[in-house]
Antibody, heavy 121, light 107 residues
Framework: EVQLVESGGGLVQPGGSLRLSCEASGFTFSSYWMHWVRQVPGKGLVWVSRINSDGSNTGYAGSVKGRFTISRDNAKNTLHLQINSLRAEDTAVYYC??????????????WGQGTLVTVSS | DIQLTQSPSFLSASVGDRVTITCRASQGVSSYLAWYQQKPGKAPKLLISAASTLQSGVPSRFSGSGSGTDFTLTISNLQPEDFATYYCQQLNSYPRTFGGGTEVEIK
């Protein structure tokens, strides 16, 4: 069974940093691209970042570029999102999601349960 | 960036109804369009990929159609468990944008 379990969220002051993690199981993690998507409570979904299967290529939404860093440890089946210089508008639930690849026309076929990041003084 | 406009943003329907949600892209995305269902407090769930391919385990009352810029998600014979928020997403280019969502409520 495919499972994605996020951790690392919490309350942080503006300007602070957090490192989110997503532990994957039930599939060959190193074969899949992965994404982070966030959702302000009560609002819509917003794509944040992606990383290719070996970690050599990354991409970011404009709103987070330069502040967020996506990475992965394929030996530990874990995806990370380092978030720096946090702002109130970064408050959201952060989901990791698996890219289904060619067979799913790149739709996100599995999602974690999310981890809440709250930025407040 | 490709903008996706969903309509309506909210709809009220009864069990057994047929409902249609539309998603319009600001530029063509071929068939690189997915639909997700999200229930309160839960992660999104992939329903349809490639505009019309139903995912394994998803009831056949769900269907998707369209290509280019105009897409629809149809739920025939609405069931109590279908009351949720639905999102479209384009997978044609980065950033991977989502529509604003359509909340389907029980009438």
């Amino acid at each position: 069974e495919v499972q994605l379990v996020e951790s690392g969220g919490g309350l942080v002051q503006p300007g602070g940093s957090l490192r989110l993690s997503c532990e994957a199981s039930g599939f060959t993690f190193s074969s899949y691209w992965m994404h982070w998507v966030r959702q302000v409570p009560g609002k819509g979904l917003v794509w944040v970042s992606r990383i290719n299967s070996d970690g050599s290529n990354t991409g970011y939404a404009g709103s987070v570029k330069g502040r967020f860093t996506i990475s992965r440890d394929n030996a530990k089946n874990t995806l990370h999102l380092q978030i720096n210089s946090l702002r109130a508008e970064d408050t959201a639930v952060y989901y990791c999601a698996r890219d289904g690849g060619y067979n799913y026309d790149y739709a996100f076929d599995y999602w974690g349960q999310g981890t809440l990041v709250t930025v407040s003084s | 960036d490709i903008q996706l406009t969903q309509s309506p943003s909210f709809l009220s329907a009864s069990v057994g109804d047929r409902v249609t949600i539309t998603c319009r892209a600001s530029q063509g995305v071929s068939s690189y369009l997915a639909w997700y269902q999200q229930k309160p407090g839960k992660a999104p769930k992939l329903l349809i990929s490639a505009a019309s391919t139903l995912q394994s385990g998803v009831p056949s009352r769900f269907s998707g159609s369209g290509s280019g810029t105009d897409f629809t998600l149809t739920i025939s014979n609405l069931q109590p468990e279908d009351f949720a928020t639905y999102y479209c997403q384009q997978l044609n280019s980065y950033p991977r944008t989502f529509g604003g969502g359509t909340e389907v409520e029980i009438k």
